[in-house]
């Protein structure tokens, strides 16, 4: 009976290990897909961007897409990771940094550790899609050096910066004011949203965009299909995104990132639900298919800092008004702000991610926090919509100030005439079109 | 040694509940991923309409795609749900539905339930694309507050009825006739191509179409290339489609809906095999790359009924024969009975799925089901078959006649001739091409 | 005690056998999501290959494309897997390939056997991926039945028994020389790439690739944009591709196909960082986006050998090399050598592919494999590179010269001149544009 008891012992034991190594094994596939299908956010916005600009600068547009992604990965590998890990008390960086460090153990093939690299490529495409956010505001007359410095800035500086203040266990945001944002509304989209508004106060409207009494012209995107197609890709790809936002315990519940316990079900009962609202909502006050896609982002953008607690039909309102909501403040950006957002990403992103977090201050005030952190409200919300926008707002606003004045901001007006891929792209998009480069251009728009 | 078993009985039981929860989690992940990949159903199916219709047309065609999306998720949230769990019996609401009822604890976050939300997600995703199948056969001319309401009819009640009948552990076809249908040849697609079929009966052809003798003109898709990306984009999707097919057991084999142990690996095996099939089979008889893609679809479709079970060269031959027909079944729908089948819906899903329930007759006549269900036969796949036409057919045709009546279904002339795009939408496809608004049109179609 | 032992005895065989049975599972699902993601790309090459061709040739371009997948799926069913399971060895079969003969148990569904099917299945859409490869190299002037015949050479026999030797634990190439493949960048890319070298020469360059004194003329793709979002496609499914290649073991860490322990997160990390230096690369040498998107690909290739080991900034810079060399390589092999390779596939996967194993030759070399096999080296590294070129290039000179012989190789130069499409599919690309079939082409490119 010793023997049968050592046996038992020894099966046990081999037990525990196997299950322990499962269940790591289960935590770095789950990120690993979810990864790859982020990926897919940016051949959306790939597709997104070049639809949305005119044919003469579709391949400007589109470089300057995936530039955005390929400046993002290392910068994000040798500061962005760190910056994470070490600023979560403010702006002192702490030792927890280190394993950042783009020499430390964590950052290679390390078989001791399953983990860090597929949590640094989640991160890593959060950045990008920050990034890309960013990218099609500007579209049509940003200079590429210019671009790829604010696109750098806002993807491996600040919106990790943010992350680390209020997306973390140890945020100062969570543990100062209780501050709630399961799926980055504040965090990834506020911010860009913000950093797109202090850009374009810079770097001015594209030509032709505002008649001399300043009255806002339309410059519709040259191939809508693509536009839609591209946007639908977005969001599939958000469902990696979003999943990316759940954290996997090894043999437990699942929790969000501040460690309060969820379902990953709650993700899929809301994504959906408040795409449908958003799409609704954007498609009862406009009837325009790039509002109605825009909506469906905007919808899940605006109930994305809740959707580990939303009940689905509040999910559904939620998406509703930000869907119902974005036309009309994009029109009070373009048309009395008279601020050139190409795509709407300042009311896509920046309101929408704003409303999220005011949502959760309304609706899910009072929810307990872990730890010492105190509970949800209202005023926590505001706080940490505020600093969002001040960490977009104010980095975006002075450093593309500064990119103006050394003129690497804004191209010159004659190759925005004659259409960028023109002046900077030795190839073009349509070659078998006219000499406008259009798909098909009879009237060239300008 | 009685503490050396207390401390080992005790290691047991963490293992146990790590094990189950790990379990749980596995099965939650699944769903959600097979519920994202489905996503790109939509994206495909978005082209691809937009792609299928002519450049008049196009972003009408994507805002009806758009909605149908969007109108199933919350009506198959309201009643959808709901009526899966309470209508195995057939008209009479069973208290099993109570799971499903918007206010039901199940229908929301909920840490004790890991397991509702994906599950409704993917059943949603499975709706969405049922209506996304009517959506394309009746682009050009439908009106969008019929078309919402129809694809509402379809998407969240009828095929909803029908897999409560056939695609349920508890079905009264299963029960009763020993029904089988793995990957809802008849209970998606048959019942969206019966439905197909009588509502195009009543909306009638696109202006043109016909001439006056009777003769069928064919109006081919303005942007082919769009259309194979597309379709090509839905046979990604059809992975997670078929994947949400089968039923993750926890430390066990997996089923498939009725409790018969199958492996993913023959999901696998015999997708590609009768997609590749199909496409062969649609190449060898048109050399037309919209029929070979539309072949691929209807190959996995008709062997889609059996892929738990068949041998993966039988899958390939089965796919070969959809592929093979489909082109002749359209060219009766649309030349002998006229109707104008935009993009072969009816003989795509609705003649492949009953080819798929058929098969099965034949092929597996005999296998035995769970429980006290009869075995498979020829017989049981003919009621079936039969029942999943009625299902989509009778309400098709009534719902699309009432529509009519209140001049819901068509929109008027007038609107057909300039193109749907300019009468309804406030935004051109290809602004920066001619004024028909076609990609390149220097011919408009009409 | 003795009944409370039996108790617990009970419950670690349940235990194990619960355990056993979730490992299995998961294996199966984590092949099955990798398949499901290399078939996006196979909607990422269909896109791109058709924006690569001319406007009159967009379909034809498009259907050997899907047949190229078509064909390989039913070919690797009946001989393809059986040569990766038999010939490890050399030219002799083993007996090990009786598992892979189409009548095999395994080769099928089947309740004892979870993995063959999805293993099956990864292999298969490796071998498809290899074939679409070489589809876009021979666009706008190959014969569809020639084609054919290659596509299944290269895809079901030749890569295939490359990696019966390169990429299989009992491989000659790794017990003999050491090899090492992570991702098959030599037995798949450059395979793929000296194939198209081998045909190139044989099939002629397209009629105007070449002024009479020798000077190479652009031909450019008739749609960019569709090029670099086909591209993207090919990116989100390369981590399909990548995750395809680690070998999950039960209750164990990952290994690599010849045994060596890895982690997924090296592939997270690494393929990250190879495609932004490819990008980089390519950008920071032609600011061409067809060539940053190809640099892509071209970096991911590049490093795909020793993704498992790279510290992570090497990737980066593997991948710029690829990214910034493949340009000057396609000069060489469309300027210099003649050869009309229409997407640079012989740059872009043979060279990059080349690359990829020497750069493990260089950095990896000493690393211990398992078993008897010498350790990784620069000669091992080079032996493999040549016996891969030779796999692929003499048959497809051979072959491709056989097809030349009896007229399969080449369309007539008529069917040429008019393009592919009206000569070859009963569908126009763009029926509402101009009788060029272009996209909105005024100019036809010839």
């Known amino acids: 009976m010793d023997q ?23 935590i770095e596939v789950y990120y690993f897909w979810a990864t790859a299908l982020m990926v897919l956010i940016h051949a959306g916005f790939l597709g997104y961007e070049m639809g949305a600009s005119r044919a003469k600068n579709v391949l400007a547009s589109g470089i300057k897409n995936i530039l955005a992604f390929a400046f993002i990965v290392p910068t994000f590998f040798f500061f962005g990771w760190w910056i994470y890990l070490a600023f979560p008390g403010g702006f002192t960086p702490s030792a927890d940094g280190d394993a950042g460090l783009p020499w ?35 579209i049509e007359r940003i200079k590429m050096s210019g671009f790829v410095l604010l ?21 100062w945001l969570l543990t100062d004011w209780g501050f709630h944002d399961f799926g980055c509304a504040g965090i990834v989209h506020l911010i860009a949203g913000a950093f797109c508004f ?23 995107p040259h191939n809508v299909p693509m536009v839609l197609v591209g946007l639908m890709l977005i969001i599939v790809g958000f469902f990696g995104f979003l999943a990316a936002c759940v954290i996997m315990v ?92 190409a795509v ?11 409303l999220g977090l005011m949502v959760v201050g309304l609706f899910a005030t009072g929810y307990a926090n872990p730890g010492d952190a105190p509970p949800i409200s209202f005023m926590g919300q505001l706080v940490g919509a505020l600093v969002c926008f001040s960490i977009g707002f104010v980095p975006g606003f002075i450093a593309s100030y500064c990119l103006k004045v050394v003129r690497l901001l804004r191209v010159p007006d004659e190759a925005q005439l004659v259409g960028l891929d023109i002046a900077e792209v030795p190839l073009k998009a349509y070659p078998e079109s006219d000499t406008a480069g259009a798909a098909g251009a009879l009237q060239p728009a300008e």
């Open 198 to 220: 202090g850009v374009l106060i810079n770097l001015g409207p594209r030509i032709g965009k505002y008649l001399s009494d300043g009255t806002a012209v339309d410059i519709p």
């Open 250 to 341: 090894k043999g437990g519940q699942w929790t969000n990132i501040y460690g309060q316990p969820m379902t990953l079900s709650a993700v899929a009962f809301n994504t959906l639900m408040a795409f449908a609202g958003g799409v609704i909502g954007a498609w009862a006050f406009t009837r325009d298919p790039f509002w109605m896609m825009s909506g469906g982002l905007a919808g899940i953008i605006a109930s994305a800092a809740g959707i580990d607690v939303w009940y689905p039909p509040l999910g559904f309102v939620i998406g509703f008004v930000g869907g119902a909501t974005i036309k009309t403040v994009n029109d009070g950006v373009v048309k009395v702000l008279r601020l050139d957002d």
């Open 4 to 26: 049968q008891l050592a046996e038992l012992t020894a099966k046990v034991a081999a037990l525990q290990q196997s299950a322990g190594m499962q269940g790591t094994i289960d």
């Open 151 to 171: 696109a750098i800035l806002l993807g491996s500086v600040l919106w990790i910066l943010g992350a680390a203040w209020g997306w973390h266990p140890s945020g």
């Open 344 to 354: 709407g990403a300042v009311a896509v992103h920046g309101w929408s991610g704003f």
């Open 104 to 138: 430390a153990m964590a950052m290679g093939p390390n078989l001791s550790d399953n983990a860090s690299g597929v949590f640094w490529a989640a991160f890593t495409m959060f950045a990008a899609t920050t990034a890309s956010i960013f990218s099609g505001a500007v």
